[in-house]
């Protein structure tokens, strides 16, 4: 009896430490896969619950501002309307050669290089994608704090901004004689040439010895001005702070260097890769990507432009919307909406939100007219055909716009014929207009969604 309890205890023993065994093994070669099935579990269809790994994510969340034209989107006011929504407002490109006029107290403002949020108190920064001439970074601000606005006090320079010299001036004001691009001859192309030769001056390259290499007194006392100023590693900075920011680009899509109608162009990216190089931040981080155009179209200088109206309508827009350079002072080039080219550039930058200004401008004409497409001669068997897309090699002088017509509106008595045009430009983007401007005060916007 004995023999046959040890047995039976014996066997029992055996198989519970068999399944201890089995079930040890099992859970140690397989707690990784069990683990991730639990958290898919219980974190699947949760919305926007999200498990975040990574220890370097600070919550920062980033807006993108860009200019889908020629430029003189009126880009200044929209940001001016939003800076209060944000911790930062950053300059990541270009440089004096922009112009962005913001009307504040009653008085008109064109700032070129400070970013358009400094109205507002606002922290702001000038990215290492901008470029800085000292000397016209200097009167813009002695021009602001002379009316009482604190820019001091809320401007950070990245010490990776290149400097723009008398020489690059120089430069460029010579070689726009042979070239004809149009350019502001700011010294813009030449400071961008150095740059990408690994020959340009940073801010944090300034330095006594480098200031007495310049006999241009103005140029030295503007040096010595810069340095007073808040010089700081914005990349750290903008990576390390659970902040919201606001970047602003200046000039337009259509003048940028790698996808603009080159070689009628700006020397800068002005599309949305050059947020992140500019400014040293991730794409992920990216939220909004604002897309600012006007009612109609402008260019300052030349290159094609296919709908430019030369005669009498072309000179009624241009005093009707003060179409005059707010950089150089040049009356601008003026033309009906090209929608081609609108839906190029939304589709290179991302745009989720379209931002329409200088609608107020159009009041009083009867008929509006926007491009649909373009025409052509084939120069082979001397047929026509036509498109309806942007094609950069095809945008020449030799296209012809085909145009649908609208009727004139005036916003204060007749919003109808207005939203009828806004609403055919959103079915053919497929983006949503949220915000039109309807006159040249600060507030004289609406928002639509």
């Known amino acids: 009896m004995i023999f046959l309890l040890y047995i039976f205890f014996d066997i029992k023993f055996f198989d519970y430490f068999h399944d201890f065994v089995f079930l040890y093994i099992f859970v140690n070669l397989n707690i990784k896969f069990i683990l991730n099935f639990l958290l898919k579990f219980l974190y699947q269809n949760k919305g926007d619950s999200k498990i975040h790994f990574n220890k370097n994510n600070k919550g920062i969340m980033i807006d993108v501002l860009l200019g889908l034209q020629f430029g003189d989107e009126g880009k200044g006011k929209i940001i001016d309307y939003l800076s209060n929504n944000y911790d930062v407002i950053a300059r990541f490109n270009g440089g004096n050669n922009a112009g962005h006029t913001i009307f504040y107290n009653n008085k008109k403002y064109a700032l070129h290089i400070i970013p358009s949020g400094i109205f507002y108190g606002k922290m702001c920064i000038i990215g290492n994608g901008a470029i800085i001439d000292p000397v016209s970074l200097k009167k813009e601000i002695q021009l602001l704090e002379n009316d009482g606005i604190d820019v001091k006090s809320n401007l950070y320079i990245s010490k990776f901004a290149h400097i723009i010299t008398p020489y690059h001036i120089a430069e460029d004001i010579e070689k726009e004689k042979i070239l004809k691009i149009g350019t502001t001859k700011k010294g813009i192309g030449p400071c961008y040439t150095d740059k990408v030769s690994r020959k340009g001056i940073r801010v944090c390259d300034i330095n006594s010895d480098f200031i007495k290499n310049y006999a241009d007194i103005d140029f030295q006392e503007s040096l010595k001005f810069l340095l007073t100023l808040k010089i700081a590693n914005i990349i750290s900075y903008l990576n390390d702070k659970n902040i919201e920011i606001l970047a602003e680009g200046a000039q337009g899509t259509l003048l940028d260097i790698e996808f603009g109608t080159y070689p009628y162009v700006t020397s800068s990216s002005t599309t949305i890769g050059s947020v992140m190089t500019g400014l040293g931040v991730s794409n992920k981080n990216i939220n909004k990507v604002y897309g600012v155009f006007k009612a109609y179209m402008t260019r300052v200088g030349n290159g094609p432009f296919v709908t430019e109206l030369k005669g009498k309508i072309g000179d009624k827009i241009r005093q009707a919307g003060n179409e005059f350079g707010s950089t150089t002072g040049r009356p601008r080039r003026c033309g009906w909406l090209d929608l081609p080219t609108l839906r190029y550039a939304c589709m ?102």
Request: hydrophobic share 30%.
């Open 348 to 449: 290179i930058n991302g745009v989720t939100n379209l931002v329409m200004t200088k609608s107020d401008v159009l009041n009083d004409f009867d008929e509006i007219k926007v491009c649909i497409g373009y025409s052509f001669i084939d120069s082979v068997d001397n047929e026509e055909y036509s498109i309806y897309d942007y094609d950069n090699t095809l945008y020449n002088n030799n296209a012809k716009p085909i145009y649908k017509k609208f009727k004139g509106w005036n916003t204060i008595n007749n919003k109808e014929s207005l939203e009828e045009f806004i609403q055919y430009i959103e079915n053919e983007i497929g983006i949503p207009i949220t915000l039109v401007s309807i006159g040249k005060n600060r507030d004289d916007i609406y928002e639509r969604y």
